[in-house]
């Protein structure tokens, strides 16, 4: 088992001051998402290139910081088809120069017809929404494979691959090596079925196991209707038993502390630490 952190809640910066961040806090793992994470000289945001990807992953090497995850969500059922043709683009960039990084694996989620908002719509979960978005999963896929890398598919409620049933389903589909699996408890989760979510956590590691390559580490409490995540510890989660599971089902894995920040993120080290 491995820990790491989503680069840009931990700082977003030049390489230098980034890494300075991770080794602050120990962090030896990161998934970076390059224009969210990174700057350059005029502190505009880094694109992802071969050029950039050979600059950040030499700084990365020597200073032990590994990248267990190149974020390029995108929405692929976007209403603004042009839009969707450059992230494409720009995510099959990242499976042909992830190896410049000494990473394997570019994830993305699976999209929502609400656009930037990325928000549950009922077509979401309808057998047309689940084609359009195949559709694209296929062809990088095809992608993938040509260069020797790694797509993973992140499920979510609001989403088009909205459960672990509809995620098995897909991946079945692909029927690849070069696709495997990011598991989030907390985005498969909503005021409907939060109380479940033991159940339905093991349900993802029994189905996918060793597929499973990164897990997001979240907390939250109930209110409302809404789902507030917190950090963790702070919540209702039983880390306990999220490591214990994992341990069991995805013991390989590298878990990964999505949307914590300061001053979180210090009293969320210590308690996962002690639990691994």
Not at 42 to 68: R, S, Y
Not at 77 to 90: E, Q, R, T
Not at 126 to 153: C, I, N, P, S
Not at 160 to 188: C, F, G, K, M, W
Request: proline share 3%; net charge negative.
């Amino acid at each position: 088992m491995k820990l790491g952190i989503r680069l840009h809640d931990l700082a977003s910066g030049q390489v230098d001051e980034v890494i300075a961040k991770c080794q602050q806090y120990g962090f030896e793992y990161v998934q970076l998402v390059f224009k969210k994470a990174l700057k350059d000289s005029e502190g505009n945001p880094l694109l992802f290139n071969k050029e950039t990807a050979t600059e950040v992953g030499k700084k990365f090497k020597e200073a032990g910081i590994n990248v267990a995850m190149l974020g390029a969500y995108f929405n692929p059922v976007h209403s603004n088809k042009d839009l969707v043709i450059s992230n494409i683009n720009y995510f099959e960039q990242h499976l042909k120069y992830a190896s410049l990084l000494n990473c394997n694996y570019v994830g993305t989620e699976t999209g929502s017809y609400n656009d930037d908002k990325w928000t549950y719509n009922p077509k979401n979960q309808t057998e047309e929404g689940y084609q359009d978005t195949m559709k694209v999963f296929h062809h990088l896929v095809k992608v993938a494979e040509a260069y020797g890398t790694t797509l993973l598919m992140e499920p979510a409620y609001g989403h088009i691959i909205y459960s672990v049933d509809q995620l098995e389903r897909a991946v079945n589909e692909l029927n690849s090596p070069n696709i495997q699996v990011t598991i989030d408890i907390y985005n498969l989760l909503y005021s409907g079925n939060y109380k479940d979510y033991k159940e339905i956590f093991t349900k993802a590691c029994k189905t996918f196991g060793k597929q499973i390559k990164i897990f997001h580490l979240k907390d939250f409490y109930p209110e409302e209707d809404k789902l507030i995540q917190v950090g963790l510890g702070k919540g209702i989660i039983d880390f306990d038993f999220i490591i214990r599971t994992i341990k069991e089902y995805s013991p390989d894995s590298t878990m990964i502390f999505e949307g914590v920040k300061a001053p979180d993120i210090e009293d969320s080290l210590i308690l996962i630490k002690h639990l691994m």
